[in-house]
């Protein structure tokens, strides 16, 4: 899964996480690209809830590949998580607090470039109200990190 996700990290690459930390696990997209931003050679957005707000920013930035990370449930275990193609969202019935905001994004983008665009989908425990993550969620984020640390270290 990660060798799919690290095939899209040549060139340029931003990173768009999206989440609401308000809504537990729902948060992880939001909190690992805060975590990331400015510690890697990528340029990483906390979208938070308003993946739409960044869209002029990401079509500026004009990268070689997006990817954006979010909380989706996709019927996996809490935690886990995928790396799906742009295509493959705007395709797929996933329930995601986000999901009308992403096909969007997506195509959006892809009308308006040549970006490749992956999503990591990441399987929330919980998405109710609070803002602490669930201990498979916590432990899938920071191996995320890590990945991404590796990856796109300055």
Known sequence: ?????KAH??????ILGIGNTLRSD????????????????????DAGVSPEN????????KPDNLVIIDA???GGKPGEF???????????????????????LINFLQSNSKMDIIVLIIQPKT???????????????????SFFMVQGSI
């Open 1 to 5: 899964m990660l060798e799919h996700l």
């Open 9 to 14: 990290l040549t060139g340029k690459v931003v």
């Open 26 to 45: 729902d948060g992880i997209g939001s909190l690992l690209a805060s975590r990331l931003k400015d510690k890697l050679s990528y340029i990483v957005y």
């Open 54 to 61: 960044y869209l002029g920013k990401v079509d500026k930035d």
């Open 72 to 74: 989706v449930d996709f």
């Open 82 to 104: 995928r790396a799906v193609d742009g295509e493959g969202i705007k395709t797929t019935n996933l329930f995601s607090t986000h999901n009308a905001s992403l096909s969007m």
């Open 127 to 145: 998405i109710a109200f609070g803002d602490k993550l669930s201990p498979e969620i916590t432990k899938t984020l920071v191996k995320l990190e």
